[in-house]
């Protein structure tokens, strides 16, 4: 067996695009950091400015040359990008915990009501406005809609975990309902979004067949929970080289089987993650190691995923400014509503239910996610691609800044409802 290999230029060009792309997310990364910024949304703007927005404007045959510079450059640098979010996906479910605390149980309930089902229900009658500016040459109305209505109801569990670290609030009352809510969330979004690439892919799709893929998405996280609590009291031994390789084999093959059943590699890699945390749950050396690759991962992989979406931006041409307006408004104000009308039904502050509705509207890296996916599928265009990332890194950003702002006000706002 041979396998052709790239010319001594074609690998330099590799090498140079990813050098460029991982330093220019790193400076605009540490940049927005000092302006208590996500660090995920210097990233993306690292990717960006070297895009069509961007540098490109002024130099567009240096930046060919560098990004497309050969046929298959496009191909490579897309592995780069798949890898980046499968790993992200992974890290996602290895830090994903569902905890009830019979005190918050209430809370959790109806601002997960509230912030899925009565926000994404209103957002429904605002789809056929969207859909003929918005719409990808491969996706159909099913597809478009679910994606729509995922857009409104996603939360970040990572960019809020962020916050809470940054501000010094990832051990009150109010980030523990936040994020157990979040991965709820997620986890049923996450269904939707396997339901909504099966409907994309799958030509002979009816009914049925998107039952079968809801049901046996939901069934293979129940698998998944089940297998880990089995494994969980089995005591083993094993230098953490041999785990690594292992926990891979587990992951790129789970990928392979799963994707020919369609089940898509983003959602196996989450519940890969979540499997692999359940097992590690009495073994806190091994733990920590995988926290370890988790460093390495946030170094390389997820900083080139997060710079390739950037750089795919482009709010020059095939973009509305008017229509994203539209929609940053229209869907932050249907999670702020649906989060802050839910909390009605339970005893809690004014200030609380507002700054729920706030936390709960920053669609951080599942918005992204959602975003790059559904533009892969080309299930919708560039321009509500572009829209999408803009909603995310503004809601994000707004949380961000409100949540300082409360801390700073009245520290225990977080702990008093």
Known sequence: ???????????????????????SS?????????FKAPKVIGEIFGGFILGASGLYIFAPDLLMSIFNGFNEQGKILNIFYQLGLVFLMFIAGFNTQISFEKQNI???????????FLSAGVGYFFIDYFKESFIGIKGNDLSFD???????????????????FDIGIIKTRFASIVLTTSTIQDLFLWILLNITINAVTNQDLTL?????????????????????NLFAKISFRMNTIDFFTLSFVVLFLSIAFLNMIHINPMYTSFLVG?????ILNNHQELREKVNGLSDMVFSFFIPIYFALIGIQLNVIHEFSFSMFIFFLILVCLLKFLGCYLGLNFVKISHISRINFAITMNAR?????VLASVAYYYQIINVGFFTTLILTVLI????AGYWLRYQKNKNVNIFSKF
């Open 106 to 116: 209430k809370i959790i309930s109806t601002l997960f009501l509230g912030g899925t």
């Open 364 to 368: 951080g890296g599942p918005g992204i």
């Open 26 to 34: 790193f400076i605009f990364g540490k940049l927005f950091t000092l």
């Open 1 to 23: 067996m041979k396998f052709e290999s790239l010319s001594p230029e074609n690998i330099s060009i590799i090498f140079l695009s990813l050098g460029i792309l991982l330093f």
């Open 274 to 278: 979540f499997l692999i945390k359940n």
């Open 208 to 228: 049925m067949s998107n039952l079968k893929t809801a049901f046996l998405t939901l069934f293979l996280f129940i698998g998944v929970k089940i297998i880990s």
């Open 395 to 398: 809601s994000s950003m707004l």
């Open 146 to 164: 679910l994606v729509f209505l995922i857009a409104i109801a996603v939360t970040s569990i990572p960019v809020i975990s962020k916050i809470f």
